[in-house]
């Protein structure tokens, strides 16, 4: 016996309508016997049209109020006479959830209309606000779990920006970024950005309008399929996430999209993809992307939660790229131990393999394939807009941006509308647009740098310019920068890149991740490694080389 969960009303066997209801059903149902009663007395005809027109009107009435109201007449064993949610909502439940809809959805079951049933609807109980009176009334642990994990309070993310710009004054989470209409300060400029351009891969967001990027809320987001193309119909929640759902929010140049061999394509419109068959390819993340070589792991079949498992790890502070700490497992869980799968086995003879190589150097600087490199990145808010100037960059990444810019360009100037974009945690829309772009991007060679006495893959992630332009068309804020503190000192910088002298970044912008581009160590990059391991060890036992120029 399944139990009934708190404030659930006790299901009585029947959805019928209750005494004293309006019941479309059978009063289109008595009409329609009243009608053939009629026809089949042996009347004067000048008395059936008086009698039969009325109610023949009647009908037609209740039959157009029906398509109105969402009251329709069963037909056969069609779904639509099932009783409760299911005479409108006829989904496919897997087992596990095959419970009454009320149990989860509140609403009236036994109303006909739209407006009966759905009083007290809560639509999404998955929903962060929801899901510990919903999907915790049988996952208590499960929720507890993940209302901590940085999956729902983006701390990382949060931390890793507040304090570039604003070193000392590190906040929580994202209830402590500060809503600003009109920003005044850079503190409400730099809320502004990450509240409704940068954080819209949450729980609390249900994604950009692409087909890609569009999911659930709160524990739906991860265990529930919600894609533009999904049917609604499909109700099944799945235990293991599959990757799909992963992408709905690791997608374009940040990690996840690497492991599928994708780096994304610059938004200038002559840097996209070509015409096909007289049509723009699909973009079902809203970007293009060039085709790169997967991970080795993804070639070999296996996905992201053979790795990662949200709800053993990912706790705010507990992320080393390449530890295992990121989840369950990590490198060395399979090519340290024998007998986990077909993985090949390290040599710990070898130079960078040993535990004291380990301590200071990341599997990844020796076996990355490539890596993300975005320089210069450029946000600004625009409160008002020249549309006219953004016409070749209104694929960027965001649909409300895109759908602004181009629907706004088919209008007159005089008819142009201010912009707005959600609060990807509140969903309140507020006016101006976050517009965005870089000065180059590439996506090798591979860059790497210590951080805190250990090497690793870094990127320039913090290589941002705030800007934002107000309704008076007044600069308020120009060029905003991360400000000067330690980071990560690149070993070099690659000639390849061809960045200008005056252009390259400082150590302040350059963080450790851990690109998911793993294949056969580099050559050249291994003897890097290893020339930069020998020095870092001569150095930690008093005997440091001269460093190589």
């Known amino acids: ?51 039969t027109v009325p109610i023949l009107k009647l009908v ?52 006909r209309f739209r407006k009966i049933a759905h009083q007290g609807l809560v639509s999404h109980p998955a929903d962060p606000r929801d899901m510990k009176q919903f999907c915790g009334f049988c996952h208590p642990g499960e929720v507890a779990t993940m209302a901590n994990s940085i999956h729902f309070t983006l701390k990382k993310e949060i931390t890793a920006v507040w304090e570039a710009f604003f070193p000392g004054d ?59 193309s999904h049917s609604p119909l499909d109700h099944r929640f799945d235990r293991k996430v599959p990757d799909d759902r992963c992408l709905s929010c690791h997608y374009a140049n940040f990690v996840g999209w690497d492991f599928y061999g994708r780096f994304e394509a610059d938004y200038p419109e002559d840097f996209r993809a070509p015409l096909y068959k007289g049509a723009n390819l699909p973009r079902p993340y809203g970007v293009e992307w060039h085709a790169m070589t997967p991970d080795i792991h993804q070639r070999t079949g296996m996905g992201c939660s053979d790795c990662h498992d949200p709800m053993k790890g990912r706790v705010a502070g507990d992320y080393e790229p390449g530890s295992g700490s990121v989840g369950t497992r990590g490198c060395l869980t399979c090519h340290l131990t024998p007998g986990k799968g077909s993985a090949r086995i390290m040599d710990e003879e070898r130079i960078g393999h040993r535990p004291v190589d380990r301590k200071i150097v990341d599997c990844a600087t ?32 965001s649909s409300e ?46 860059v790497l740098g210590e951080c805190s006495g250990k090497l690793y893959v870094i990127r320039p992630l913090l290589d941002i310019s705030v800007s934002y332009v107000d309704f008076n068309d007044e600069v308020l804020f120009d060029n905003l920068r991360p400000a000067m503190h330690a980071g990560c000192k690149p070993l070099s910088i690659p000639e390849s890149l061809s960045i200008p002298a005056g252009h390259k970044p400082g150590p302040e912008v350059w963080r450790p991740y851990a690109p998911h581009t793993i294949g056969k160590a580099d050559t050249f990059r291994t003897l890097q490694v290893i020339d930069w391991v020998k020095r870092k060890l001569s150095c930690l036992s008093g005997r440091c080389a001269v460093p190589r120029t």
């Open 1 to 51: 016996m399944r139990p009934s969960p708190p404030d659930a009303a006790p299901h009585g066997g029947g959805y019928g309508p209750r005494a004293g209801e309006f019941s479309c059903y059978k009063f289109v149902g008595a009409v329609s016997v009243h009608i053939g009663k009629i026809w089949a007395c042996r009347v004067g005809i000048m008395k059936m049209n008086t009698i």
């Open 60 to 111: 037609l009435f209740c039959l157009i109020l029906s398509f109105l109201t969402g009251c329709q007449v069963p037909v056969g064993n069609s779904t639509l006479g099932k009783s409760g949610c299911k005479r409108c909502h006829p989904v496919n439940l897997d087992k596990a959830h095959d419970l009454p809809c009320r149990y989860c959805h509140r609403g009236n079951p036994g109303g």
């Open 170 to 228: 590190s906040p929580r989470g994202f209830q402590d970024l500060p809503v600003r209409y009109h920003p005044e300060t850079a503190r409400g400029v730099i809320a502004d950005m990450l509240r409704r351009r940068c954080l819209k891969c949450h729980v609390y967001y249900q994604g950009d309008s692409y087909q890609g990027t569009r999911r659930g809320t709160g524990c739906a987001a991860c265990h529930f399929e919600k894609g533009l």
């Open 366 to 397: 020796c076996h990355a394939l490539w890596s993300f490199q975005d320089y210069g990145r450029s946000l600004t808010r625009q409160d008002i807009p020249d549309y006219d100037d953004w016409f070749q960059l209104a694929v960027q990444g």
């Open 401 to 446: 941006v895109e759908v602004q810019i181009e629907s706004n360009l088919k209008r007159p100037i005089m008819d142009w509308e201010i912009p707005w974009m959600a609060d990807k945690f509140t969903g309140e829309d507020r006016y101006g647009l976050w517009l965005e772009g870089f000065s180059r991007r590439r996506w090798a060679p591979v």
